[in-house]
């Protein structure tokens, strides 16, 4: 995966050309982008350094089904007015790099990363659903603390939860199949608002993540599609 995202990065530059690539793009809807950011962004350190009193109250919700497979993101951003606005983002197929190349038409450079960029949508949630969806996330814990030492491997099922409010920073995460996992209440009604067209990748049962590796991959990239995070006492570990 480095070693593609590298490549990519290579053609980008060269495609975008001397003004584009001087302003860099912080969000991870872009792949190349998504590369150098990925783990900055689950880790939500955007929130936590201005999370402060006053400052603005929103959630980042992270579902990783298996990186190859599928990742949804969930950014909301909690209003005075006990309304709430949501942003949707779906990335599938990381780990085929085929995926939507065949019949592609390519019009402008940009369009060489389509289908490795994030399916987006937003919804509004109106003051009820708000409430709603914040109280299904007490009841899951979702503010925090987290286990420390928890283990989130790139090709597992899990949860990551990062949230400011009030001023007050939170993580957490689940990682299936354990008993947090499995306690999750904000799951369900999440995905009932998420109209991303890409059905959600439900939790299976599979064998223990180091046991599975693409074993017709060449040994150095197989190694490097792998990562994993692991949780501090509140927040990830920096890497």
Not at 91 to 102: A, D, H, R, S, Y
Not at 184 to 192: C, I, P, T, Y
Request: charge should be positive; proline fraction near 8%.
């Amino acid at each position: 995966m480095k070693a593609f995202f590298a490549t990519m990065a290579a053609v980008t530059l060269l495609a975008a050309g001397p003004a584009t690539a001087q302003r860099p793009d912080r969000n991870v809807e872009k792949p190349v982008v998504r590369s150098f950011h990925w783990f900055d962004f689950v880790a939500a350190n955007d929130i936590r350094a201005a999370c402060v009193p006053g400052g603005r109250s929103r959630l980042r919700l992270i579902y990783n089904a298996l990186w190859e497979e599928q990742v949804r993101a969930y950014e909301i951003f909690l209003q005075p007015d006990g309304t709430a606005g949501m942003n949707i983002g779906v990335l599938e197929g990381q780990g085929n790099v085929t995926t939507g190349i065949t019949n592609m038409l390519i019009s402008t450079p940009s369009d060489i990363f389509a289908p490795w960029s994030m399916k987006g949508g937003q919804r509004l949630l109106n003051a009820a659903e708000t409430r709603d969806l914040v109280g299904l996330l007490e009841e899951s814990r979702a503010f925090g603390p987290p286990r420390d030492g928890m283990r989130l491997p790139d090709n597992d099922f899990w949860w990551a939860v990062a949230s400011c409010r009030n001023g007050v920073w939170g993580f957490q995460a689940y990682h299936y199949p354990t008993d947090g996992f499995a306690n999750v209440k904000f799951s369900a009604r999440l995905f009932s608002w998420d109209a991303v067209p890409i059905p959600v990748n439900p939790p299976r049962k599979l064998e223990p993540a180091e046991l599975r590796r693409d074993m017709n991959a060449p040994i150095h990239r197989a190694r490097a599609d792998r990562w994993m995070l692991v949780v501090g006492k509140d927040g990830l570990r920096p890497r």
